[in-house]
């Protein structure tokens, strides 16, 4: 089996030794907060503050007020803090800088969604004016199409995003009632947990109500494609909101698709431009795509830092902002340029100073499939424990080629095919769909480029893709003699397996087919399978 | 009723894939071009020198080797068929083209392909695979097209030398009409109070039609059309007719039982049933015939993976007119396990049959082989028909 | 004079005032603690409220 060189930290970690001490099993939150030493404590604190005043903020206008009390998932929001906490958990210097630019960035812009929504519900807000400027769109989908158009007069609302992917970051628990309601109506448990519980809230009537039209895409799953038929349903004959389904084709890598890709990305740009009455910009087009290239940029080079034997940005917040930006961003938004920046200046300067995380890396890891969103410290939680360093996560695997940044008349027609090649490469389905090589080859290619010796596989039970090619996975890495250990979980409901359940899967493989000793035996049982 | 001549012909043609028609298929020369899945347009898998063969895994019972390679989570027909692949049953394909359609088949498929399971002996055996159509319009038409031809119609013609014109294809259309018109005339028994048919004995025919060469049964079928005609029906009524929906039925066993229960299966609305897919493709002049054949495919297409909503709602409008045409009094909305799409599909078709349209709807899922789940789906459907039974009752009709 | 010594002053006690509460809140996670036993009554809010399903 491939084996890589073992890696000591020689320095003295700052603060407490290990953050094993901060849960109790009496609480459904942490004892306390972490002591990082005087210096990250204290720039720990200040960014609590800074995340108090943006959650303060929102809190203030009434309309605000009024959407807490309406819905459901934002019980969620009281439990931000103790979420961002998940995402710093046991780190220090860079990398604790690194998860709080980038998920705090996150933070502060799905707080902004969710006022973006409430301003606009028919039932909150009910801001006629600006509701009509807005346009819905699923929570797993490129907003490419939305590139040429003006962000201050067209209003791109990825509502499932507050409602159920990120809420159930911060509250485990609250994607289980949206499942109940939608397993009730006829919806099997089997499905992908994920579009179950979106379905769910459509039932429940727990989305926000507001925009000109709504464009739904297929681009994960089969779960996902089927389940915005039943979100359409109410949009189209309760609210009478139009919708576009923007087809995007699955085998991404043939060539023979993507003149059908560029046609429906067209046809979305023209449904946009018929329903808000504003015009596709292509001076706004070409700026957003520079800024797409440069995040790519960035990306390649994070993952650059990552494979030499001090990576700095890794874990959730990697992926989280990769997603953010790549998908729910895709170069619209010129604050993101800012940050990558100041991500990768943290990154270069950790990197500089060979910074580590744990008292040793001994296994390089890639981490592939599906997180589940209420583990979402796992990765943390694996380096500390074990000295498993994960490298590089399937979801940060995306596009690393440039696309046309200059306007000309032929780069027009290319941007159209840019815009297609990006949605049918978004995060995930790149490597779920669209044939087994996108899924099987680019993984070895990826542990070669990255110098690892283990992958964890994340197996979401529900995902039909992944686990349709598991016998795969084991005979081409026992030919590779590259670690496989399966982590199995059901993405976002914590009855199926829970925290403690997914880690002791981790703590059997490292004990038994490993035979190896956590490097910190506090970590190895957290009573946290109660905590939000 | 009097049995029907051929039916103990065609079950046993069921009882293994690889049965005896594809190897005299096969002697005659022809390519057998297998596939998984009623997206692809059969026409031209059934062009002049080739013949398809849809595959299924009769009498599955162990599914061990597919579930370590596909996990128990996968559908139990996409884990049958790798099962039989695995052992050898396919060994008689000349190639496989899938559609990328529903993601546990092309997984199914893609562990084929991996795995080596068919073609070992035969170096111009191909592997394809086809996006497929998620809309009805003019754009999908044409993908459609450009699928058709870099996938099904080249790589025939390159590996085996197959036509491929517009008029092979003209001609492979003709003989595809043929076995549709025979199939829905057959099916036209099952409307009216007696009919002449049951449920089981035409989904046997219709299922052998997919199975089988087709140029080798068709004059069977147009005997048992002609038998039909004379054939006398029952006397004894049926308790109830039911519409059958859903993910395909490749165990008869499955609508034999529903039919044991009382309940006449009178219509077919499930993958690989005669409702659309056994439909005939109208031909012009003034086109290509290959595009003609991809339209035809697209606008009948009640495959749940068309997402635009006029799909979305019109799959439910056509489900409401064949009960309508075919008199059913209740449907059943039936899912293979595992199965995604149909999932939500089930969940939505069967609360607006029963809501929108005012149909009773039973709304179950299934294993592939129903054998291992009898005794509960009986149950099931006993119920539903003593349900359709009171409701007559209570609208003042005969039980 | 003895005014304007004192007024930063002032703002000193008030800046060591927030910090020493609000580093009080933060390090023993008081804020969330609190939150806990918010949570469920919402939960029981959200219960008590009518929900118009639709399919």
Same mark, same amino acid.
């Given at each position: 089996?491939?084996?890589?060189?073992? &890696?000591?930290?020689?320095?003295?970690?700052?603060?407490?030794?290990?953050?094993?001490?901060?849960?109790?099993?009496?609480?459904?939150?942490? #004892?306390?907060?972490?002591?990082?030493?005087?210096?990250?404590?204290?720039?720990?604190?200040?960014?609590?503050?800074?995340?108090?005043?943006?959650?303060?903020?929102?809190?203030?206008?009434?309309?605000?007020?009024?959407?807490? =009390?309406?819905?459901?998932?934002?019980?969620?929001?009281?439990? &931000?803090?103790?979420?961002?906490?998940?995402?710093?958990?046991?780190?220090?210097?860079?990398?604790?800088?690194?998860?709080?630019?980038? =998920?705090?960035?996150?933070?502060?812009? &799905?707080?902004? #969604?969710?006022?973006?929504?409430?301003?606009?519900?028919?039932?909150?807000?009910?801001?006629?004016?600006?509701?009509?400027?807005?346009?819905?769109?699923?929570?797993?989908?490129?907003?490419?199409?939305?590139?040429?158009?003006?962000?201050?007069?067209?209003?791109?609302?990825?509502?499932? &995003?507050?409602?159920?992917? @990120?809420?159930?970051?911060?509250?485990?628990?609250?994607?289980?009632?949206?499942?109940?309601?939608?397993?009730?109506?006829?919806?099997?448990?089997?499905?992908?947990?994920?579009?179950?519980?979106?379905?769910?809230?459509?039932?429940?009537?727990?989305?926000?109500?507001?925009?000109?039209?709504?464009?739904?895409?297929?681009?994960?799953?089969?779960?996902?494609?089927?389940?915005?038929?039943?979100?359409?349903?109410?949009?189209?004959?309760?609210?009478?909101?139009?919708?576009?389904?923007?087809?995007?084709?699955?085998?991404?890598?043939?060539?023979?698709?993507?003149?059908? #890709?560029?046609?429906?990305?067209?046809?979305?740009?023209?449904?946009?431009?018929?329903?808000?009455?504003?015009?596709?910009?292509?001076?706004?087009?070409? @700026?957003?795509?520079?800024?797409?290239? =440069?995040?790519?940029?960035?990306?390649?080079?994070?993952?650059?830092?990552?494979?030499?034997?001090?990576?700095?940005?890794?874990?959730?917040?990697?992926?989280?902002?990769?997603?953010? +930006?790549?998908?729910? +961003?895709?170069?619209?938004?010129?604050?993101?340029?800012?940050?990558?920046?100041?991500?990768?200046?943290?990154?270069?300067?950790?990197?500089?100073?060979?910074?580590?995380?744990?008292?040793?890396?001994?296994?390089? @890891?890639?981490?592939?499939?599906?997180?589940?969103?209420?583990?979402?410290?796992?990765?943390?939680?694996?380096?500390?424990?074990?000295?498993?360093?994960?490298?590089?996560?399937?979801?940060?695997?995306?596009?690393?080629?440039?696309?046309?940044?200059?306007?000309?008349?032929?780069?027009?027609?290319?941007?159209?095919?840019?815009?297609?090649?990006?949605?049918?490469?978004?995060?995930?389905? +790149?490597?779920?769909?669209?044939?087994?090589?996108?899924?099987?080859?680019?993984?070895?290619?990826?542990?070669?480029?990255?110098?690892?010796?283990?992958?964890?596989?994340?197996?979401?039970?529900?995902?039909?893709?992944?686990?349709?090619?598991?016998?795969?996975?084991?005979?081409?890495?026992?030919?590779?003699?590259?670690?496989?250990?399966?982590?199995?979980?059901?993405?976002?409901?914590?009855?199926?397996?829970?925290?403690?359940?997914?880690?002791?899967?981790?703590?059997?493989?490292?004990?038994?087919?490993?035979?190896?000793?956590?490097?910190?035996?506090?970590?190895?049982?957290?009573?946290?399978?109660?905590?939000? | 009723?009097?049995?029907?001549?051929?039916?103990?012909?065609?079950?046993?043609?069921?009882?293994?894939?690889?049965?005896?028609?594809?190897?005299?298929?096969?002697?005659?020369?022809?390519?057998?071009?297998?596939?998984?899945?009623?997206?692809?347009?059969? $026409?031209?898998?059934?062009? !002049?020198?080739?013949?398809?063969?849809?595959?299924?895994? !009769?009498?599955?019972?162990?599914?061990?080797?597919?579930?370590?390679?596909?996990?128990?989570?996968?559908?139990? $027909?996409?884990?049958?068929?790798?099962?039989?692949?695995?052992?050898?049953?396919?060994?008689?394909?000349?190639?496989? %083209?899938?559609?990328?359609?529903?993601?546990?088949? *092309?997984?199914?498929?893609?562990?084929?392909?991996?795995?080596?399971?068919?073609?070992?002996?035969? !170096?111009?055996?191909?592997?394809?695979?086809?996006?497929?159509?998620?809309?009805?319009?003019?754009?999908?038409?044409?993908?459609?097209?450009?699928?058709?031809? *870099?996938?099904?119609?080249? $790589?025939?013609?390159?590996?085996?030398?197959?036509?491929?014109?517009?008029?092979?294809?003209?001609?492979?259309?003709?003989?595809?009409?043929?076995?549709?018109?025979? %199939?829905?005339?057959?099916?036209?028994?099952?409307?009216?109070?007696?009919?002449?048919?049951?449920?089981?004995?035409?989904?046997?025919?219709?299922?052998?039609?997919?199975?089988? !060469?087709?140029?080798?049964?068709?004059?069977?079928?147009?005997?048992?059309?002609?038998?039909?005609?004379?054939?006398?029906?029952?006397?004894?009524? /049926?308790?109830?007719?039911?519409?059958?929906?859903?993910?395909?039925?490749?165990?008869?066993?499955?609508?034999?039982?529903?039919?044991?229960?009382?309940?006449?299966?009178?219509?077919?609305?499930?993958?690989?049933?005669?409702?659309?897919?056994?439909?005939?493709?109208?031909?012009?002049?003034?086109?290509?015939?290959?595009?003609?054949?991809?339209?035809?495919?697209?606008?009948?297409?009640?495959?749940?993976?068309?997402?635009?909503?006029?799909?979305?709602?019109?799959?439910?409008?056509?489900?409401?007119?064949?009960?309508?045409?075919?008199?059913?009094?209740?449907?059943?909305?039936?899912?293979?396990?595992?199965?995604? $799409? /149909?999932?939500?599909?089930?969940?939505?078709?069967?609360?607006?049959?029963?809501?929108?349209?005012?149909?009773?709807?039973?709304?179950?899922?299934?294993?592939?082989?129903?054998?291992?789940?009898?005794?509960?789906?009986?149950?099931?459907?006993?119920?539903?028909?003593?349900?359709?039974?009171?409701?007559?009752?209570?609208?003042?009709?005969?039980? | 004079?003895?005014?304007?010594?004192?007024?930063?002053?002032?703002?000193?006690?008030?800046?060591?005032?927030?910090?020493?509460?609000?580093?009080?809140?933060?390090?023993?996670?008081?804020?969330?603690?609190?939150?806990?036993?918010?949570?469920?009554?919402?939960?029981?809010?959200?219960?008590?409220?009518?929900?118009?399903?639709?399919?």
């Amino acid at each position: 089996m491939k084996t890589v060189e073992k &890696v000591v930290n020689t320095r003295k970690r700052a603060g407490e030794e290990s953050p094993g001490k901060i849960y109790s099993d009496k609480l459904k939150v942490r #004892a306390r907060r972490e002591w990082r030493g005087v210096k990250d404590t204290f720039y720990d604190y200040t960014r609590w503050l800074y995340l108090l005043s943006v959650l303060g903020k929102f809190i203030m206008v009434p309309r605000n007020i009024k959407g807490f =009390f309406r819905y459901r998932w934002m019980m969620s929001y009281l439990f &931000v803090p103790h979420g961002m906490d998940k995402f710093t958990v046991g780190l220090r210097d860079e990398a604790l800088r690194i998860a709080h630019t980038s =998920f705090n960035f996150v933070i502060a812009d &799905v707080t902004q #969604a969710i006022a973006n929504c409430f301003r606009g519900d028919r039932r909150v807000g009910n801001d006629k004016a600006y509701s009509d400027k807005c346009v819905i769109t699923d929570e797993n989908s490129m907003v490419t199409f939305m590139m040429g158009f003006d962000k201050e007069k067209v209003h791109t609302i990825l509502r499932e &995003v507050p409602t159920m992917f @990120a809420s159930n970051i911060f509250h485990q628990f609250n994607v289980m009632h949206y499942l109940d309601v939608a397993q009730l109506n006829g919806i099997p448990g089997d499905v992908c947990p994920m579009p179950e519980a979106e379905a769910g809230i459509s039932i429940e009537d727990d989305f926000c109500v507001l925009g000109c039209c709504a464009v739904q895409n297929n681009t994960t799953c089969d779960g996902s494609l089927m389940g915005n038929g039943i979100i359409a349903k109410r949009l189209e004959r309760q609210y009478g909101i139009p919708t576009f389904q923007l087809a995007t084709p699955l085998r991404h890598k043939e060539p023979d698709v993507l003149e059908y #890709a560029a046609d429906q990305i067209k046809q979305a740009i023209e449904f946009v431009e018929k329903h808000t009455g504003e015009k596709w910009d292509w001076d706004r087009y070409f @700026a957003a795509a520079k800024r797409v290239n =440069f995040a790519t940029k960035c990306r390649i080079a994070q993952l650059e830092i990552n494979s030499t034997p001090y990576p700095q940005f890794f874990g959730a917040a990697f992926s989280l902002y990769n997603d953010t +930006n790549y998908m729910g +961003n895709s170069g619209r938004d010129p604050e993101f340029i800012k940050i990558d920046k100041k991500l990768l200046a943290l990154a270069e300067q950790g990197y500089k100073a060979k910074r580590m995380y744990a008292k040793e890396y001994r296994h390089r @890891a890639i981490v592939w499939g599906v997180q589940p969103q209420y583990v979402i410290d796992m990765l943390y939680w694996m380096v500390q424990c074990w000295g498993v360093m994960p490298l590089a996560d399937m979801l940060s695997i995306i596009n690393t080629d440039m696309i046309a940044d200059e306007d000309t008349p032929a780069n027009r027609e290319q941007a159209y095919r840019d815009m297609a090649m990006l949605n049918m490469e978004m995060i995930m389905r +790149n490597h779920t769909h669209g044939g087994y090589k996108v899924l099987l080859d680019d993984l070895w290619e990826l542990c070669e480029k990255m110098n690892a010796d283990l992958v964890m596989m994340w197996e979401h039970m529900s995902c039909k893709a992944l686990t349709g090619m598991h016998g795969m996975f084991e005979e081409q890495a026992r030919e590779r003699g590259i670690h496989i250990m399966w982590v199995s979980h059901d993405l976002c409901d914590p009855r199926v397996f829970t925290r403690n359940a997914i880690r002791d899967q981790v703590n059997n493989y490292m004990r038994t087919v490993m035979r190896e000793e956590p490097l910190d035996p506090s970590l190895e049982h957290i009573p946290d399978d109660e905590a939000y | 009723m009097r049995d029907l001549k051929h039916l103990l012909y065609f079950e046993n043609l069921l009882q293994e894939a690889n049965n005896e028609l594809i190897a005299r298929a096969r002697e005659e020369g022809k390519v057998c071009v297998a596939y998984t899945c009623e997206n692809v347009p059969e $026409p031209l898998l059934n062009l !002049p020198g080739c013949f398809s063969v849809r595959l299924h895994a !009769p009498h599955t019972g162990s599914m061990d080797i597919a579930t370590y390679y596909m996990t128990n989570l996968l559908c139990e $027909p996409s884990r049958a068929l790798l099962e039989r692949a695995v052992e050898g049953g396919f060994n008689f394909s000349d190639c496989v %083209i899938t559609p990328d359609g529903c993601t546990m088949m *092309n997984r199914c498929v893609e562990n084929m392909e991996l795995l080596h399971t068919m073609g070992k002996d035969n !170096p111009n055996f191909f592997h394809e695979y086809m996006e497929i159509a998620f809309k009805n319009s003019e754009t999908d038409v044409k993908l459609s097209v450009l699928q058709c031809t *870099n996938h099904v119609l080249k $790589p025939l013609h390159e590996k085996y030398g197959i036509d491929v014109s517009d008029a092979a294809i003209r001609q492979a259309v003709a003989d595809h009409n043929r076995l549709c018109r025979v %199939i829905r005339a057959i099916g036209d028994f099952r409307k009216g109070d007696k009919p002449r048919i049951t449920g089981y004995e035409f989904h046997i025919l219709t299922l052998a039609s997919y199975v089988c !060469p087709k140029h080798l049964i068709i004059d069977k079928l147009e005997e048992t059309l002609e038998e039909l005609k004379t054939r006398e029906p029952d006397e004894k009524p /049926w308790r109830a007719r039911v519409l059958l929906v859903g993910s395909e039925v490749d165990d008869s066993g499955f609508v034999k039982l529903i039919e044991e229960c009382g309940a006449f299966v009178c219509a077919d609305r499930f993958c690989f049933g005669s409702l659309p897919g056994r439909t005939e493709i109208a031909l012009t002049d003034g086109e290509d015939a290959l595009t003609q054949v991809c339209r035809h495919y697209i606008r009948s297409c009640q495959c749940p993976r068309m997402m635009n909503q006029e799909k979305v709602y019109s799959r439910k409008q056509y489900v409401a007119d064949l009960a309508k045409e075919y008199g059913a009094e209740g449907i059943i909305y039936q899912q293979v396990k595992f199965c995604d $799409p /149909w999932a939500y599909e089930r969940m939505l078709g069967s609360s607006m049959l029963q809501h929108d349209y005012g149909y009773p709807v039973l709304s179950v899922d299934r294993p592939y082989n129903i054998a291992s789940a009898g005794g509960q789906m009986r149950t099931r459907v006993q119920a539903f028909v003593e349900s359709i039974e009171i409701k007559k009752i209570q609208k003042g009709g005969k039980a | 004079m003895k005014k304007l010594v004192k007024i930063p002053l002032i703002l000193l006690g008030i800046l060591l005032g927030f910090f020493v509460v609000t580093f009080t809140v933060y390090i023993f996670n008081l804020d969330m603690k609190m939150m806990t036993f918010i949570e469920p009554l919402l939960e029981k809010w959200y219960n008590s409220r009518e929900h118009d399903q639709y399919l």
